[in-house]
């Protein structure tokens, strides 16, 4: 064996075999149980063949989960990278009220989602939260509304409470993208007559789009694997109306204890976020700079 | 000694460095218990008398109770992981009845049958308490504390309303909440983000109306929802509803928000367990002058007085490490002076008939009388019926209050998940 191939070994041996023992293993686990009618509690399950996977799309809560899931992944794409886009644009000039607002802003990425979830409830409670006190003190109390508890109201809630966190997490990201751009490319369209907005289009975003590359896909699987928001603001309440599918799966597993079929619909979840960061990874990739 | 052979010695001393902290943290990140030692897991959280569990334990000398306190939800969840997982602690707190049963049935519960001897619960404790511990023909769940559902109140609100006699049938209990809802106070408070909390209204409409035994049927799959009875409950549900006697956006509030509403003069009663006094206790109330109970009114007096509510029981794991410590455990639980402290912690009746239940205040005084009265006594909706029905019904109850009008899309839709769920 070749001193090469022995270095190799060693150093791509651990993380191997850890990415077997963490991933690989748990989901050709997983994927053995979704042909089963395994329950959380059973010592023994069955082979049940395709029956779990014709449950989940047969079942009008499975559905409405998928549905609330990818509308929450398409708006959770459009709105926190063009609002993180934005704010670092703001920001990127060197000056001290851009550095205070950026030690401030950094400050709901580095809490939980969990804290994230009771400083929202706080602000969304009826009566006495944030929203609902605004309102009243501007003589507007007819809207006035319990957010969390409205089933028109309580997604789009929870929506923005997640957005809010993952719109600085799109700012950093864009912040680090715009000092990577050379300034004389933005200087030479300024020479060739280009004006802001031009600038904007014609020179900074295409020069992002690696950057965006990125910023989509971690805001679509966190958009994809979204539970600790959902479970601390709504439990997937009221009436289902917040049921991501994470927490669609928490429920069919630890409240309806039928790991089969929690077991198919995590499946589905994966292959979805397989196609949606395959698509994006291709798409950046098909229109990169740097290709 | 050459270069490329200390480069060699330093890679291979990396290695075993690598290899022995993996294996300490393969190893486990807890110590086996010792003889004496027993893992303790519990569902008794800050708001549910969790120092009551911490001065019974205190004074178990036979070995060391190590306790797991974890937040009530979480519990439900936690368990489930650590049965499943085949690491369970050696005693768990668990709800008598079909959460219970469905442990038991998967085989994660062993038979304490000489804590029942030992402890002689077959004398000490009330017949249905200890059949509610029973499951295969054999004790598995040791009664730790019960409760009772009853309509909770706040005195000052209702004397500022003029009702100075409460309620005992419909129509007594109509002409209150109107009486109240005129002084300018909501009569009921419902928090019923969680869900559970709404499933009393079901319990005892269903209880008042068609009685014990339908219940029964309907818990067991026997009945349907969609059964007139059922109908007739959720028709009388409504009607409160919508004449504006329950607070508004029940499902935006949690069981304390609804304690706290009462407890704050913004509405007078709650339909509520037990331990809300613990917790009204906990945050400086007194019983009788701040809060007191009613039993749910007679809805049809040909129909037998049923009491409801939760008994909270210990269960020894099947795969307990201990379980000589955790039957030595499970005695200390069942003794009368220590089910009586934990009572009075938490706002519970003690089970062992023994306890001195002098020491309980008199609005838990009250509650044990109320109980002795009944005719039966039954579990509530969620600890009925199996947990995936369950899961059905609690869903129902939460879309109920969101939108009185459409019970009867939801009754039949639930009957289809029900039946779909006990088909399994």
Known sequence: MRPTTRWAILFMGPPILLFTA????????????????????????????????????????????IRITLVWTLFGALIPPALGLGIAMMLQANTR?????????????????????????????????????????????????????????????????????????????????????????????????????????????????PITTVVLSLIAINSLRNFDLVFAM?????????????????????????????????????????????????????????? | MTRLTKIRRSYALALIAIVALVAAACSGTSEDPGAGQVEVAHYYGSDLGQQGILDVNATFEAGEAVVSPIEHEAFKDQILVALAGGEPPDVF???????????????HLQPITQVFDNADVWNNFPQALVDAGIHGGEPHLLPFGFHYVAFFYN?????????????????????????????????????????WPAQFWFDFLILRTAGPDYRAKLMSGEASYTDPQVVAAMELWKQLVDAGFFVDDANAYTWTDAADQVANGEAAMTLMGTWITGYWNGIGLEPVTDYDFFNFPVLDPAIENA??????????????????????????????????????????????????????????????????????????????????????????????????????????????DAQAAFAG
């Not at chain 1, 509304?145 to 089933?151: H, I, T, V």
């Not at chain 1, 709504?234 to 049921?243: I, S």
């Not at chain 2, 707190?93 to 469905?102: D, I, P």
């Not at chain 2, 309620?167 to 109240?180: C, G, L, M, R, V």
Request: aromatic fraction near 10%; glycine fraction near 8%.
């Open chain 1, 97 to 209: 009220f851009a550095a205070i607002m950026k030690s401030a802003l950094f400050v709901p990425i580095s809490i939980s989602l969990v804290v994230v979830g009771q400083v929202w409830i706080w602000i969304y409670q009826p009566g006495d939260g944030l929203i609902n006190q605004m309102l009243g003190l501007v003589g507007l109390e007819s809207l006035e509304e319990a957010w969390l508890a409205n089933r028109s109201t309580a997604l789009w809630a929870v929506f923005i409470a997640w957005a809010w966190q993952q719109a600085v997490l799109a700012m950093i990201l864009y912040l680090a993208g715009l000092t990577s751009i050379p300034g004389e490319l933005v200087e030479a369209a300024r020479v060739d007559g280009a004006g802001q907005f031009q600038v904007f289009r014609r020179v900074i975003v295409p020069l992002l789009r």
């Open chain 2, 155 to 195: 005195p000052h609100v209702m004397e500022a309303a003029g009702v100075t006699s409460m309620p005992t049938n419909s129509q007594e209990f109509i002409a209150a909440a109107q009486q109240i809802a005129a002084s300018g106070v909501k009569p009921i408070a419902l928090g019923s983000m969680n869900r």
């Open chain 2, 307 to 416: 009491a409801l509510g939760p008994i909270d029981g210990w269960a020894l794991s099947a795969d307990a490490a201990n379980p000589e410590g955790a039957m030595a455990l499970l005695e200390h639980y069942a003794d009368p002076g220590n089910q009586l402290t934990w009572a009075l912690e938490q706002g519970a009746l003690p089970p062992n008939s023994n306890a001195d239940t002098t020491q309980l205040n008199p609005v838990m005084a009250k509650a044990l009388v109320e109980v002795g009265k009944a005719d039966s006594y039954s579990f509530n909706y969620d600890l009925a019926t199996p947990p995936p029905v369950a899961e059905v019904g609690l869903d129902m109850f939460q879309a109920f209050m969101d939108d009185p009008s459409g019970y009867a899309d939801l009754l039949s839709s639930a009957q289809s």
């Open chain 1, 234 to 291: 709504t439990q997937g309440g009221p009436v289902r109306e917040t049921e991501t599918m994470p927490m669609l799966v928490w429920r069919i597993l630890f409240r309806q204890h039928e790991q089969g079929l929690a077991s198919a619909v995590s499946l589905i979840l994966f292959a979805m976020t397989l196609v949606v960061v395959g698509g994006l990874t291709w798409w950046g990739r098909r229109g990169s700079y740097v290709d």
């Open chain 2, 93 to 107: 707190s668990y709800w008598a009845g079909a959460r219970t049963q469905s442990v038991f049935e998967n085989g």
């Open chain 1, 22 to 65: 963490i991933v690989v293993v748990p989901t050709a686990m997983a994927l053995r149980l979704s042909f089963t009618d395994a329950n959380i509690l059973g010592q023994t399950s069955q082979w049940i063949g395709f029956d779990n996977f014709v449950e989940a799309f047969t079942n009008e809560h499975v559905r409405k989960s």
